[in-house]
């Protein structure tokens, strides 16, 4: 396997804090991979140091053959590298094609106003906001601001999309059409790293799953082998907890 | 092309003011065509990117000492001109290298201590500015009249310019790319935005045509010192012009500089002991009630932008 975007012992310090801590993935091209990790465990940082936000304090990120760490995010982002935002980012003056358009012109090759609107456009249809195209950014509920973001993404043609928790507060309804969404953009040949908290979504999804805590990856694999890790459930439950359930197991085998 | 028509009508107009034979509408002429540059050329690093430069007297000052200083050397007016606005875009391009990475504020008390920094460079370097005595510049050997009517029109023609440079920029890429900076910086570069080179290119455009304004000042009033040309006020006045007018638009900083003037002329000379306080209250006025300028007046009004807030905490407390 030729992975499309490899991180080989990716460091990232704040100060005096390891939000990351020797982190190694490898990601093969068409892969949907699940992060995920409790609140803090450095999630975010990971799709912020591939996306060119900062540059590792150690370690190497490739993409596609190329080394990418320390390069700024439009080069990464031209390169093939999406991202959407935990905190939906759009530009809030303007309308919704706009905002589409942004990628579509300054990412994806040297488009004209005609091209980058006619990419934004196919964009919009596919996310299904073709309608409100002419609505002001600032103007759209979450569900449609989320979508939004997953739109500018899509109009940069990118290879590899991080996805930065697109279903954190919509409702059940709403996240059955995300998922649709992202079925879709992962069929079109697109590979996907979802940060996810919905255990159902990542179960839906991923074909494998890497799971962080404290900074450092903790498991990884198949969504089965990683929800009966003792460690993963230890960082998600607690020690008690884990430990409990470890005590249950020896009992029984004891008994 | 229907639209840029009327403007070219009213240049035209407006260049046909020598006709009059009034001098003192000619130097008035000259001052608004001055402040139009000043004000457009702000528009490009305060209203399309949306980072509150206060450096124009900088800019205006290095132009007019760049033009003065060659022109002492012997150097043809036109030709110094052109050099002021170039030793103008160049000093633009490597103080916006150092200092466009900063934000907000931070931003602006650093592109306002510039211009206090060539003051002061200035008045000691006096074996080549004449320090605190000032500069004169060569005699021109043609009438009053002539050269009223010459600086008249040089103005004006860089006011075109600087109009012409504003409607290129906001009809290409660099526009909108400005405008997403403006906007969400951060999420520029995500889209693919390289947000210094573009940082770097407003900031040439806020400075090259100011440059040549400086020279063009210096020429006309054959001379100049330290304190006029590097006035805190020089850097003031194009912000409110533009905000006066319409940030961000292409004709609103033209607008605001004529109605500027207007009230300079008609309210200020009558009212100059509290000078000062009307220019703070006029600012006062245009922050809180009129955020779009005059031509915000004449776009559909804006609706509060109600929902982003509550989204945005909920997400962020979570
Ligand atoms: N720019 C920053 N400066 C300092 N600390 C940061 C910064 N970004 C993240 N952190 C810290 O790094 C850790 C990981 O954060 P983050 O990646 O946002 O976690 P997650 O997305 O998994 O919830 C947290 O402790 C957070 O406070
Ligand atoms: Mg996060």
New interface residues.
Partial sequence: MTAILSLDNVTQRFGGLTALDAVSLDIAPGEVVGLIGPNGAGKTTLVNMVSGVYKPSTGTITFDGKRIDGLKSYQIARLGVARTYQVVQPFPEMTVLENVMSPATFAAGNLGVEAAQEKALEALRFCGLDEQAQMRASELTLAGRKRLELAKSLAMDPKVLLLDEVNAGLNPAEIDLALDLIRRISAKGVTIVIIEHLMKVVMNLCSRIVVLHHGAKIAEGTPAEVTSDPHVIEAYLGNRYARKQAGEAKEGADG | MTRVLPVVLVIALVAALPLLGDNYLLRLGTMGAMYAVMALSWNVIGGFAGYPSFATAAFFGLGAYTGAILQGAGVYMPLAWVAACLAAALFAGLLGLAILHLKGHYFAIASLVVAEVLLEITTSWTSLTGGGMGLNLPILRISVDAQARLFFWAMLALASLTLAMNWIVANH?LG??L??IR??E???????????LYKVIAFILSAVFVGGAGALYASWVFYIEPPDVFATLTSVKPIVMALLGGAGTVLGPVIGAVLFLVMEELVWRNLLEIHAAALGILIVILIFFLPGGVLGLFKRRR?P?A??RP??S???G?
């Fill in positions: 890429r909108f790319g405008r997403c906007q969400n951060d999420a520029s570069g995500m889209v693919g935005i390289n947000t210094t609706k932008a929902p982003s989204l945005a909920a997400e962020a979570r």
